[in-house]
């Protein structure tokens, strides 16, 4: 095994930047290996404009052109009443709902941290430049800032205007967040013009989250949609410097989280009941790998860690070999999009750091970075790991 203390090396750059210098981990190549996936992507991302929610007009929402609205995925039209409320179907994604502001969300959610990683890798002002022009116009720009709540998120036809679960939608914020919150460490050039508007909207949305009646709610959700709310309060919590937060995130992944969502073979049990238990298994652990990830005060302490002899370290190990070969998985099949996981997954990749495996690293290797499907792009929230290997000493 490769002793955990080597440090990381960049084959074929030039200069090694500040942020990557002390960076010690069990695989030497993770830079190498994402400096060749994402400046060509970045590059090409650098002359797109930003758009945001106010550019894709919502017919049936019923607020304003900065208010976020989306629709329930499993909701459809009722075959004997169509005029009449929705009715779900679990699993099946109605093509009819409206995606359009959580299409741009997903995009700036893919796009701006891919530009802060090309930054952090190589330094170029223009990777920096670019990836502040989105956060003005999503947070700062009063002509095109999206508003920072989610009251009409996942709405119903015929039942309701939006509704708690909805704010699992800004999960593909976490990234951004996190981006953010490095571009103001390692003083990018520009970012000073921006930050106080982005720590503000981040402040308020922060809220808006722990304050607001949905916020609880989500909050209290036993199954990925409570793993989902906390992340996001983790990494907010770090742009806005919330140590307070940071440390209830801790307490509330180990006291209530792991407990009632991991069982002592590892498996997730409330994931494995869904139409999608192969999907949703791998999602919740993505999320639960990234927030310890996140949180942990020394790199992965909080995926070894144990609560009730339950860890995230022992979902990962029940789920990398169903991931090495999904033929293998014993459950139900997934009703949709089986056959489009397993991807990148970074539960391999923070397990595999935390634990010193090199098997899950290299099993992480192997997949792919940058799925396509859109239903898949939508439940990979972590694509970025230059983002959470630098600086990694708690949020």
């Known amino acids: 095994m490769i002793d955990r203390r080597t440090l990381i090396a960049l084959p074929g750059l030039l200069a090694v930047p500040p942020a990557f210098a002390a960076l010690r981990r069990p695989d030497p ?44 995925d499993y909701w459809w039209p009722d075959p004997a009443n169509p005029d009449g409320p929705y009715i779900r179907r679990d ?52 002509a095109t800032r999206m508003n920072p709540d989610l009251r009409h998120a996942q709405a119903i036809i015929g039942r309701n205007t939006g509704r708690a679960i909805g704010i699992i939608d800004t999960l593909q914020l976490v990234e951004v967040a996190r981006g953010a919150t490095l571009l103001a460490r390692h003083d990018a050039p520009g970012y000073a013009a921006v930050r106080a508007g982005v720590e503000r909207w981040f402040a308020d949305y922060l809220s808006w989250l722990i304050e607001s009646e ?20 983790a990494a907010f919590a770090g742009v806005t410097g919330r140590d307070d937060l940071l440390e209830a995130m801790r307490r509330r992944l180990f006291d209530t989280i792991v407990p009632a969502q991991i069982a002592l073979d590892g498996s997730q049990p409330l994931e494995l009941a869904r ?51 999904r033929e293998r998985w014993p459950f139900a099949r997934d009703i949709e999009y089986f056959e489009d ?41 972590i694509r970025q790991p230059v983002l959470w290997l630098v600086d990694r000493h708690g949020a």
Not at 31 to 54: K, Q
Not at 305 to 315: D, K, L, N, Q, T
Not at 365 to 379: A, F, H, W
């Open 91 to 142: 699993g099946r994604s109605n093509p009819a709902k409206f995606d359009g502001h959580r299409d741009a969300l997903i995009r700036f959610g893919a796009d701006m941290p891919m530009l802060a990683a090309a930054w952090l890798l190589t330094r170029q002002t223009r990777f920096a430049e670019a990836a502040i022009r989105h956060l003005h116009a999503w947070f700062v720009d009063p």
């Open 341 to 381: 996981f397993p991807v990148r997954h970074p539960s391999l990749l923070f397990g595999g750091l935390a634990l010193g495996r090199s098997d899950w690293l290299e099993l992480w290797r192997r997949l792919d970075p940058d799925p396509s499907v859109g239903e898949v792009v939508r439940n990979f929230p």
């Open 214 to 233: 949905p916020g609880r709610e989500e909050r209290d959700e036993e199954n990925n949609h409570g793993t989902c709310w906390l992340l996001q309060v």
């Open 29 to 72: 190549d993770i830079a190498a290996i994402e400096r060749v996936r994402v400046l060509p992507r970045a590059t090409a991302l650098l002359e797109a404009p930003p758009r945001t929610i106010t550019s894709v007009p919502a017919p049936r929402s019923p607020a304003g052109r900065h208010d976020y609205y989306s629709e329930g």
């Open 275 to 325: 139409t999608k238990p192969y999907g949703y298994s791998l999602f919740n652990l993505d999320v639960l790998a990234g927030a310890a990830w996140l949180l942990s005060k020394t790199p992965g302490a909080l995926i070894r860690r144990s609560a009730r002899g339950r860890s995230i370290a022992a979902a990962i190990a029940f789920m990398a070999p169903f991931i090495r070969d």
